[in-house]
């Protein structure tokens, strides 16, 4: 059984930072795709980054372009998703998601998820 366990959101005022950090219990992390969602309230969930098993690529929404970058350590079976510049619409729970084939932006593509963080950008 795969699981994922999201951690370091929090409440922050506009302009700042967070840095999220999701723990994956896979033996075979290393062959995943990982990717980040968000979905704030009343608000479909959607795509913010992804990254590549062997993070050769990575994936941004326009959205998030230029303010979060999505890394990963294999070795520690964790991947990281660094918020800079945060703004209250990225307010949000953010979700941990890993893929056994696909980098992809389609949720439906995600095989395992973790529960989510909340992240709170005052303004």
């Known amino acids: 059984q795969v699981q994922l366990v999201e951690s370091g959101g929090g409440l922050v005022q506009a302009g700042a930072s967070l840095r999220l950090s999701c723990e994956v219990s896979?033996?075979?992390?290393?062959?995943?795709?990982m990717a980040w969602f968000r979905q704030a309230p009343g608000k479909e969930r959607e795509f913010a980054a992804a990254i590549s098993s062997t993070a050769y690529g990575t994936y941004y929404a326009d959205s998030v372009k230029g303010r979060f970058t999505i890394s990963r350590n294999n070795a520690k079976n964790s991947v990281y998703l660094q918020m800079n510049s945060l703004k209250p619409e990225d307010t949000a729970v953010y979700y941990c998601?890993?893929?056994?084939?696909?980098?992809?932006?389609?949720?439906?593509?995600?095989?395992?998820w973790g529960q989510g963080t909340q992240v709170t950008v005052s303004s």
């Open positions: 896979a033996r075979t992390f290393g062959t995943y795709a």
């Open positions: 998601a890993a893929s056994r084939i696909w980098v992809t932006p389609s949720a439906d593509r995600y095989d395992y």
